[in-house]
């Protein structure tokens, strides 16, 4: 994935501006402090995951409304697709636009970064300097880890958070030791456990009044449940008193309304609707009248009209030949245009012929036929005739250069013939140069071998050294042994010792003399060698090498002579070649003349173009041709008209003025256009009456539609005339209005008893009866009141011997208290209970995630570390249960993590770095950002670091923020000047 263009509606500083990289290696993003570098990245992490609302609100632009942009990437697979953000909308999730129009939503964006998110990007794909700062900072066993976590996920979030969680877990507890939270809560609750159980001794002497206790307060709960209940039924009776009134009106309704008489089916607003009826039928019937009056009256003007009108019979005709007007007046003037265009295209004809001056008659032109091979064969033969005029030339001047060159190179084979030695001179400097060489050779041989001999020499000098000095050590050791344990047998071996080393020093001393008779012998100042000094040497030398160039010229130039020779063997052959085509050209062209004669006083040269004049003639023939021939067939259509017209106007005894056509066509025109209107007014007035007929029949339908309306409300009302039907609306209203009295009251009782009034409707009593029972329900609450109180007296008695026997409330505190502890260890408990599991699984996935990834990222970081360490370092041991982080120099010596240079620590770190990246860059093609990772490095370090980024750009984008110049310069890639 490459991001290819970044456009800032509002971002922090950033507002209106747009960034476009290119597909260079790396991409350098250089400026200053504060110049918006560290925005800008933001930026890139907002447009890929998004940001929570409070770190969008810190980016909020100060001189802008809009907070937001888009950036472009392009895919693995080449496909472009715009991703755009914007804070006040959809709170800044992601809007994924693809190259077909379609719009994508966040979701679908993190199935594109295969689910990776903020953080997990930022261990893996991005650092900074202040990650090599933290770095700077930490003791060997936390660099050992930290540099594991980074080896492992690219980050140090798994160090932070083991070390989080075992500080947290000894915080809460320690198996010895009393200052952790959990071990401080065990001794204080069992301190407070032995003093409660001493406090529950106590306990038995007051069992009897907590169980009266117990029967005391169940019977003040039964007797409130009796009041309660009392309460309730007195409720219900006092309600019903006041719904008395209600009950008794609704049973006086039902009554009626069960025993009058009564209508039950009733058009719904019959009167009204029968009201309306009767006032929309009489204006309606009037004006029925009056279109029938109209109806007569137009049917009178259509018969007098239709009497003015041409019969069928000469309607057809007239209208055939009025078809026919148009072409006939486009005809006439045809005619007229031809007449001029047939004058022109004769005398152009004659012009054309004129200019051409060629002996061409008209007569000629109707046979002449040129078909469509002329022209390129005219063409070929012009062609044929420049390029042997052109080879006959090219062939003149080949002559001229081949003379020049025959005479320069006699001349330089004769001057070179000159400069030649003798041979028997050549053959006495080659001696004098073997000479030198092999006196050479041997002096060096006599110079290595008595170099050896010296050697050997020294040598055996050297052990007669050694052999004395070890002969005199041993003699000295067993004389002294022999005069100290006075064992004479030694004396005698020490002096054998000693004549035995004098011996070899003898022989040993020959052998040297020997040794140096040799030397001398061949002893290179000793050597005879020839008489030739190395100047002398050197000029025979020189002479021979000029010498031998001299005869490599010579034979050049022979072969130089030979090809000459050959080129005017060829020269030859042309020549004959020449005048062959020259023969072949001419046969073509009397054939062309004798085909086409007039040909014989132009050149060859004009005939391609005469060609197209000839093409021009022949066109402006047939158009002239064609043009006669429309100008008889328009002659023709135009009289056979005429005729036609002076047969209709004999049948249909009409005159007309046959002697101009155009007059013809007018009179023809006129009497159309009488027919026409009068035609009009026929169908006019035949409009009308139709008109008036369909408003009748309308006027009908509406008036039909009435009466069934009125017919079917008599047939709902059940009579048959109006006045049945007004009386039985007047009945129908006044059970309508008990019905709706009824269900008002009925809805009044269902608001007052909502679990029914029915019941009520069976046993109404006098007002008397209720007021009795009203009665009896108070004395009833009153003596239950009454025992009550009694209960509650003797409670607060119970209890107030209870409180004095406990004397104190200390045992209940107690006891709450210690539950209190209690529930505080459990909840330290499950606290620590949760950091062990973590803990746990924290190790259990470092130990997966490092059987499955370590060993694949040590083996990248090994090729990053010797790359970054100029090849010093060339292997990587990632840490086991007993050691850290080893590294080995190329001479096979170790070192521990705490043993390395700060720079080469952060080599090692930004190797790891570099690997993990590599490793899930296979998995996720995602731009490696850096910011100002590089600014504490020197020159070299940096160089190398920046060769690994290039490496890293071939499949990956990557991005270089920097303030430093320096950097800029080295990358030498594409630089974003902020």
């Not at 007051?206 to 209940?229: A, D, G, M, P, T």
């Not at 047998?489 to 004549?499: D, E, F, M, P």
Request: aromatic share 8%; glycine share 2%.
């Amino acid at each position: 994935m490459r991001i290819t263009d970044i456009t800032i509606y509002g971002f922090g500083q950033w507002v209106d501006q747009q960034f476009t990289f290119s597909s260079s290696e790396i991409t350098t993003i250089y400026g200053k402090n504060e110049s918006g570098k560290s925005t800008l990245q933001q930026f890139i992490l907002f447009m890929l995951f998004g940001m929570p609302p409070k770190q969008r609100k810190f980016y909020q632009p100060k001189n802008s409304s809009k907070m937001g942009g888009r950036m472009i990437i392009m895919t693995p697979d080449h496909e472009r697709i715009i991703i755009e953000r914007i804070d006040d909308e959809s709170r800044g999730k992601a809007s994924c636009i693809l190259e077909d129009g379609s719009v994508k939503d966040e979701q679908w964006l993190s199935k594109i970064l295969n689910g990776i998110g903020l953080d997990t990007y930022q261990s893996i794909f991005s650092f900074s300097d202040t990650d090599l700062a933290h770095i700077r900072t930490m003791q060997e066993e936390e660099l050992n880890e930290i540099l594991l976590s980074i080896g492992l996920t690219g980050s140090s979030i798994i160090y932070d958070v083991e070390k989080r969680l075992d500080q947290e877990i000894g915080n809460l507890y320690k198996p010895s030791g009393r200052k952790p939270e959990i071990n401080e809560q065990l001794t204080s609750l069992q301190q407070q456990s032995k003093h409660l159980d001493e406090l529950k001794k106590n306990e038995g002497t007051y069992h009897n009044k907590v169980e009266k206790k117990h029967y005391l307060q169940e019977r003040y709960q039964s007797v409130q449940e009796e009041i309660v209940k009392l309460h309730q039924e007195r409720k219900k009776l006092d309600t019903l008193i006041q719904a008395l009134p209600l009950l008794r009106e609704a049973k006086r309704i039902e009554n009626q309304l069960n025993n009058s008489n009564h209508v039950d089916a009733f058009p719904e607003h019959g009167v009204e609707r029968m009201d309306q009826y009767r006032k929309l039928i009489l204006p309606l019937r009037s004006e029925r009248s009056t279109r029938k009056n109209n109806i007569e009256k137009y049917h009178e003007k259509m018969l007098e009209v239709n009497e003015r009108l041409l019969p069928n019979s000469t309607q057809e005709p007239l209208y055939e030949l009025l078809n026919e007007l148009s072409e006939v007046q486009f005809a006439i003037e045809e005619k007229k245009r031809l007449v001029k265009l047939i004058s022109k295209q004769k005398a152009r004809l004659d012009e054309e012929i004129q200019q051409l001056h060629v002996n061409l008659s008209k007569s000629e032109l109707d046979q002449l036929a040129l078909p469509f091979y002329i022209e390129k064969q005219w063409g070929k033969i012009r062609a044929n005739a420049e390029q042997l005029y052109y080879e006959k030339q090219q062939l003149e001047q080949q002559k001229s250069q081949l003379n020049e060159e025959k005479e320069f190179l006699n001349g330089q084979y004769k001057q070179l013939k000159n400069q030649l030695l003798h041979d028997a001179h050549v053959d006495e400097l080659r001696q004098r140069i073997d000479a030198y060489q092999t006196s050479q050779v041997l002096q060096a041989e006599n110079q290595k071998v008595h170099q050896e001999w010296q050697k050997t020499r020294l040598q055996k000098k050297n052990l007669n050294k050694r052999i004395l000095y070890s002969t005199i050590v041993i003699a000295s050791i067993l004389m002294v042994t022999s005069f100290v344990f006075t064992e004479f047998w030694l004396t005698i071996v020490s002096i054998i010792v000693i004549g035995f080393g004098l011996s070899i020093l003898r022989i040993n001393k020959q052998t040297i003399d020997m040794i140096q008779g040799m030397s001398d012998i061949n002893d290179p100042s000793l050597v005879a060698f020839v008489d030739v000094t190395i100047e002398e040497y050197y000029e025979a030398r020189n002479i021979l090498e000029e010498q031998e160039a001299i005869q490599s010229e010579i034979e050049q130039l022979n072969k130089k002579i030979q090809d000459n020779e050959l080129a005017w063997i060829e020269w030859k052959r042309k020549q004959t070649n020449i005048y062959e085509r020259f023969e072949h050209l001419d046969q073509q062209k009397q054939e062309q003349v004798t085909q086409y004669p007039f040909l014989v006083s132009i050149e060859v040269d004009y005939w391609p173009d005469l060609y197209h004049h000839l093409q021009r003639l022949l066109q402006l023939y047939e158009q002239l041709k064609e043009n006669e021939q429309l100008y008889l067939q328009e002659s023709t259509k135009v009289d056979n008209y005429i005729k036609q017209c002076e047969q209709w106007a004999i049948n249909n005894n009409n005159q007309l003025d046959l002697d101009d056509p155009e007059s013809v066509l007018v009179q023809l025109q006129a009497i159309n256009e009488q027919h026409n209107r009068t035609l009009q007014d026929y169908r006019h007035y035949r409009a009308l009456w139709q008109e008036e007929r369909n408003l009748e029949q309308q006027l009908q339908k509406s008036i039909s539609i009435y009466q069934e309306s009125i017919d079917k409300l008599l047939i709902q009302a059940n009579v048959t005339d109006e006045e049945s039907f007004y009386q039985n609306a007047a009945l129908y209203k006044e059970r309508t209005s008990l019905k709706e009295r009824n269900k008002e009251l009925q809805n009044q009782l269902i608001n007052i008893f909502p679990d029914g009034f029915e019941s009520y409707f069976e046993r109404l009593e006098l007002n008397e009866y209720y007021v009795k029972k009203q009665e009896e329900q108070n004395a009833s609450l009153k003596k239950l009141e009454e025992d009550l109180e009694d209960i509650r007296n003797n409670l607060a008695e119970v209890q107030a011997a209870i409180n004095s026997l406990e004397g104190s409330n200390e045992l209940s505190k107690k006891t709450h208290q210690v539950e209190l502890e209690k529930e505080k260890l459990n909840t330290l408990f499950r606290q620590w209970a949760i950091r062990k599991v973590a803990k746990s699984y924290l190790v259990e996935a470092k130990k997966n995630y490092r059987d499955q990834y370590l060993t694949s990222v040590i083996q990248e970081a090994i090729v990053y570390f010797s790359d970054l360490t100029d090849k010093r370092y060339v292997k990587i041991y990632p840490p086991t249960k007993n050691q850290g982080f080893i590294v080995e120099t190329r001479e096979q010596r170790r070192f521990h993590v705490n043993e390395l240079s700060q720079g080469t620590i952060d080599q090692l770190y930004i190797s790891l770095r570099f690997a993990i990246s590599k490793i899930m860059s296979q998995q996720y093609l995602l731009p490696f950002l850096i910011d100002d990772a590089l600014v504490h490095f020197d020159t070299k370090r940096m160089e190398r670091v920046i060769n690994i980024l290039r490496r890293t750009a071939k499949n990956q984008q990557v991005i270089l923020f920097t303030c430093k110049e320096e950097i800029m310069q080295l990358v030498e890639g594409e630089v974003l000047q902020l």
